[in-house]
């Protein structure tokens, strides 16, 4: 797996940059940064960044442009930023009201929902001169998949927060219980099965935590290859079609699931179970198995499960296997977030956006982000790194709105954060042992299929499968259709606008227009 380039990569800004800074720069609150060569003041722009929720550190700032964090970092970078949150649902009324800032951070692709087709009309300018040119460390760091992923015929438009490794979901396991079982982790789907029988004879009330939609509950259908995700296409014969058109692997997983509901192995009621719940019952400590994010998955639940079974032990496995020797879950895409740089900025001001963005790949913007300052959130002796981590919930609030002034990053995790501690480290671990060898790769499209907004019953929505087939697989699974009749949804979804979808899915891939191949980065 690569590493995350971004945390180690040494500053190369050799030329006159709006981010000159020198190497003890972000390390003390005093540290001033550097002045531009051709010194005119700081460079001011406006920026703007994506949020999901209404009720974070960042809203509760009566002037974002004068938060601590943000004033830090106009020192650091000698600008001079005019900070904004928008809320993703917001993004609609910001367009109507033509109120771009000059840097538009979001969620989605340049032709994504989100956008509401500002790229297309020209609202946002190409970037591939500007970055190649200002900031060739940020251009050589990110992967391909996620440049591609932000091109707009054959442009680049976007500066992503990007993955290295798109493998993101791991296997939990308690390991107390399985010491208690006498058995070893499970390898296949078989000693998955023989695992949760165990575990119910010890009386854990949920052996696998489910939830509804078969989100974050997916370890079946990965071991059989057969997620019915977004970018879970795959060719079958001169066709490109999604992977639960393999009707063999399909009916295996759902026996396999309706064994775990007939043997109560899941909860009775998984399919109306929420993220809240299913949070709830791992976090008190009733599951003995589930799926999770690993980068801050494996220390969330060590410290929730641990307050309420001080014996618990909780581990990242590889998941279960399958057949074909498959397991895991499906590769996130190499975009996390992207920034979009205003038609109107002129190219001074972009070549200094530009600089700004490459500063944010060097060592003293990895430091900042990821552990504050010197003295005040951490220490240095004899070369050893000791990190004041958050004690309460509105300190990692705060921690989270630093990291999130961090533009063009790896996203895959936070290293500099996760080796202070033993349960970080354990992540590190995991990540390099386990996920760099698991994950589900598929053929995704970018921009979007246009069928897909053709037949909303039928379009996946990233890591939800469409409610057409999610509707058949919770009845089979509950025994209300016979699993035997799968070519029967194969068929039903060809005539409900499948066939379209699988069309424009083939002539794509054959054109090679705006296809992603997904696969995990070792």
Same mark, same amino acid.
């Given at each position: 797996?690569?590493?995350?380039?971004?945390?180690?990569?040494?500053?190369?800004?050799?030329?006159?940059?709006?981010?000159?800074?020198?190497?003890?720069?972000?390390?003390?609150?005093? !540290?001033?940064?550097?002045?531009?060569?051709?010194?005119?003041?700081?460079?001011?722009?406006?920026?703007?960044?994506?949020?999901?929720?209404?009720?974070?550190?960042?809203?509760?700032?009566?002037? =974002?442009?004068?938060?601590?964090?943000?004033?830090?970092?106009?020192?650091?970078?000698?600008?001079?930023?005019?900070?904004?949150?928008? $809320?993703?649902?917001?993004?609609?009324?910001?367009?109507?009201?033509?109120?771009?800032?000059?840097?538009?951070?979001? =969620?989605?692709?340049?032709?994504?929902?989100?956008?509401?087709?500002?790229?297309?009309?020209?609202?946002?300018?190409?970037?591939?001169?500007?970055?190649?040119?200002?900031?060739?460390?940020?251009?050589?760091?990110?992967?391909?998949?996620?440049?591609?992923?932000?091109?707009?015929?054959?442009?680049?438009?976007?500066?992503?927060?990007?993955?290295?490794?798109?493998?993101?979901?791991?296997?939990?396991?308690?390991?107390?219980?399985?010491?208690?079982?006498? =058995?070893?982790?499970?390898?296949?789907?078989?000693?998955?099965?023989?695992?949760?029988?165990?575990?119910?004879?010890?009386?854990?009330?949920?052996?696998?935590?489910?939830?509804?939609?078969?989100?974050?509950?997916?370890?079946?259908?990965?071991?059989?290859?057969?997620?019915?995700?977004?970018?879970?296409?795959?060719?079958?014969?001169?066709?490109?079609?999604?992977?639960?058109?393999?009707?063999?692997?399909?009916?295996?997983?759902?026996?396999?699931?309706?064994?775990?509901?007939?043997?109560?192995?899941?909860?009775?009621?998984?399919?109306?179970?929420?993220?809240?719940?299913?949070?709830?019952?791992?976090?008190?400590?009733?599951?003995? *198995?589930?799926?999770?994010?690993?980068?801050?998955?494996?220390?969330?639940?060590?410290?929730?499960?641990?307050?309420?079974?001080?014996?618990?032990?909780? !581990?990242?496995?590889?998941?279960?296997?399958?057949?074909?020797?498959?397991?895991?879950?499906? *590769?996130?895409?190499?975009?996390?977030?992207?920034?979009?740089?205003?038609?109107?900025?002129?190219?001074?001001?972009?070549?200094?956006?530009?600089?700004?963005?490459?500063?944010?790949?060097?060592?003293?913007?990895?430091?900042?982000?990821?552990?504050?300052?010197?003295?005040?959130?951490?220490?240095?002796?004899?070369?050893?790194?000791?990190?004041?981590?958050?004690?309460?919930? !509105?300190?990692?609030?705060?921690?989270?709105?630093?990291?999130?002034?961090?533009?063009? $990053?790896?996203?895959?995790?936070?290293?500099?954060?996760?080796?202070?501690?033993?349960?970080?480290?354990?992540?590190?671990?995991?990540?390099?042992?386990?996920?760099?060898?698991?994950?589900?790769?598929?053929?995704?499209?970018?921009?979007?299929?246009?069928?897909?907004?053709?037949?909303?019953?039928?379009?996946?929505?990233?890591?939800?499968?469409?409610?057409?087939?999610?509707?058949?697989?919770?009845? *089979?699974?509950?025994?209300?259709?016979?699993?035997?009749?799968?070519?029967?949804?194969?068929?039903?979804?060809? $005539?409900?606008?499948?066939?379209?979808?699988?069309?424009?899915?083939?002539?794509?891939?054959?054109?090679?227009?705006?296809?992603?191949?997904?696969?995990?980065?070792?």
């Amino acid at each position: 797996m690569k590493k995350a380039v971004g945390l180690v990569m040494a500053s190369v800004l050799a030329v006159g940059s709006i981010a000159g800074c020198s190497s003890g720069a972000g390390t003390k609150e005093t !540290d001033k940064g550097s002045a531009p060569a051709a010194s005119k003041g700081p460079l001011k722009f406006s920026i703007s960044f994506p949020t999901t929720t209404g009720d974070g550190y960042g809203q509760k700032q009566p002037d =974002l442009s004068k938060e601590k964090w943000v004033q830090r970092l106009n020192k650091l970078t000698n600008t001079e930023l005019d900070v904004r949150l928008i $809320q993703r649902e917001k993004m609609s009324v910001l367009f109507a009201g033509n109120d771009i800032p000059d840097v538009l951070g979001s =969620l989605d692709l340049p032709t994504g929902k989100d956008m509401a087709g500002s790229v297309e009309a020209g609202v946002f300018q190409p970037l591939d001169d500007l970055i190649k040119q200002y900031a060739p460390t940020l251009y050589k760091n990110v992967p391909k998949a996620a440049w591609d992923s932000v091109t707009y015929n054959g442009k680049i438009y976007g500066i992503p927060d990007y993955l290295t490794n798109p493998s993101r979901r791991a296997t939990y396991i308690r390991t107390d219980l399985l010491q208690k079982t006498g =058995l070893q982790a499970p390898k296949t789907i078989d000693d998955f099965l023989n695992v949760m029988r165990a575990f119910k004879k010890l009386g854990v009330e949920n052996p696998y935590q489910m939830r509804e939609n078969f989100k974050y509950a997916d370890t079946v259908l990965g071991a059989f290859d057969v997620l019915p995700y977004k970018d879970q296409f795959e060719k079958q014969g001169d066709q490109i079609v999604p992977k639960f058109f393999d009707v063999e692997n399909m009916q295996k997983a759902l026996q396999t699931m309706k064994t775990m509901y007939d043997e109560g192995l899941i909860p009775k009621d998984f399919a109306t179970i929420s993220s809240t719940d299913y949070s709830k019952n791992i976090n008190a400590g009733k599951a003995g *198995m589930w799926s999770a994010n690993l980068s801050g998955g494996l220390s969330g639940f060590r410290t929730n499960i641990t307050a309420v079974d001080p014996n618990a032990k909780i !581990d990242a496995i590889p998941s279960p296997t399958g057949p074909e020797g498959k397991g895991g879950y499906f *590769m996130y895409s190499p975009m996390v977030r992207t920034f979009y740089i205003n038609k109107s900025v002129d190219k001074e001001k972009a070549i200094g956006i530009m600089k700004y963005f490459e500063w944010m790949q060097t060592d003293d913007a990895a430091k900042f982000f990821s552990l504050g300052v010197e003295g005040e959130n951490y220490t240095v002796k004899d070369g050893k790194i000791s990190y004041k981590a958050p004690a309460n919930k !509105d300190e990692k609030d705060e921690e989270g709105w630093r990291s999130t002034l961090w533009v063009g $990053q790896d996203s895959t995790y936070n290293k500099l954060q996760l080796e202070q501690s033993k349960d970080g480290q354990d992540t590190l671990k995991a990540f390099e042992t386990i996920l760099s060898k698991e994950g589900l790769g598929g053929i995704g499209y970018y921009p979007d299929l246009k069928a897909f907004s053709k037949y909303p019953d039928l379009t996946p929505q990233g890591d939800t499968g469409p409610k057409l087939i999610i509707d058949h697989m919770v009845k *089979m699974v509950y025994g209300k259709e016979p699993i035997t009749d799968w070519p029967k949804v194969i068929e039903e979804y060809k $005539q409900k606008g499948g066939n379209d979808i699988i069309k424009e899915a083939t002539e794509r891939y054959n054109k090679k227009d705006g296809v992603s191949i997904f696969s995990n980065q070792k």
